[in-house]
């Protein structure tokens, strides 16, 4: 299988190239990897140093917009997971244009190239912040859109050009959407990595308000997990919740970096509120675990003990990084 994969120099999307060019996904071994990433702040090769000398990857740095470059690599390809997204919520807030530009014609553009090439699956991930927000309970699959930051009203637009391609051309997309991600080569900018790296390093760190913000926590691996799953065995036109089964509030996992870095609560630093900061997050992952046989299998304590030591001890990923956002915040 030829598998074109956007923003696979991302966080996310790195972690699904590795372990889908390592063969750890049942009825994927052997497949022909394709990447396509801008390389933004966020998109970094490095990510890809692992799998970078395979015979069966390459590497096209390109604009999910550009529809020439973009029907070009689809239509050499079999399949396309979709990964390339703007993804900070804070970013977005400050200034929504890049994300609506990325998150929906991107995702058009793509769309339409799949449509063109008469492909044969395409997934498209999202997250679970496109329902909003929800005190007791989990969303199903099924539950209404109902973002509040610009960044969740991009996602959810993708969602809705994606599942009007499915229903309007019978175009054989997937949907995942997936609780808070943590692992291995998160951009330094997202709550878990920020926090270890500034707390190794003797820093303070921020939390929101009263930090009673809660969030469903699922390593990067197990969601690459569940979108094989979904790349492979997923119904076509339907959407799939990926979730990690453990929610803590922002001021619990922030006791847990602390407790793991050694530091204690005269390292944190209250400030002001996010604004429209969704309360809580939950998935219920029913679905895709009867109909693919989806479970989480790390364990979260172990996950996080094994994060907090990488970043500990892969300084030189992460610091040149840090000062580059630092540099991008104030230009």
Known sequence: MRILVTGGAGFIGSAFVRNL??????????????????LTYAGNLANLAPVADSDRYSFVQGDIC?????????????????????????????????????????????????????????????????????????WTEDWPLQPNSPYSASKASSDLVAQAYAKTHKLP?????????????????????????????????????????IRDWLHVDDHCRGIA????????????????????????LTGLLLQATGRDWDAVVPVEDRKGHDLRYSVDIGKISTELGYAPQVPFDRGLAETVEWY????????????????????
């Open 66 to 138: 550009d529809a020439a470059v973009v029907a070009e690599l689809v239509k050499a390809s079999d399949a396309v997971v979709h990964f390339a997204a703007e993804s900070h919520v804070d970013r977005s807030i400050y200034g929504g244009a890049d994300f609506v530009l990325t998150n929906v014609l991107g995702t058009q553009t793509l769309l339409q190239a799949a449509l063109d090439a008469d492909l044969t699956k395409f997934v498209h991930v999202s997250t679970d912040e496109v329902y909003g927000s929800i005190s007791e309970g989990s």
């Open 229 to 252: 799953l979904v790349l492979a065995g997923g119904r076509p036109g339907e959407t799939y919740n990926i979730g990690g089964g453990t929610e803590l509030t922002n001021k619990e």
């Open 173 to 213: 997309v997937c949907i995942t959407r997936c609780s808070n991600n943590y692992g291995y080569y998160q951009f330094p900018e997202k709550v878990i990595p920020l926090f270890v790296t500034n707390l190794i390093d003797g820093g303070t760190v921020p939390l929101y308000g009263d930090g009673s913000n």
């Open 21 to 38: 060019l390592s063969d750890q996904y049942p009825g994927l071994e052997g497949a022909q990897v394709t990447v396509l990433d801008k």
């Open 312 to 331: 500990r001890t892969n300084r030189d990923w992460w610091e040149p990084l840090k000062v580059r956002s630092a540099l991008d915040r104030t230009s």
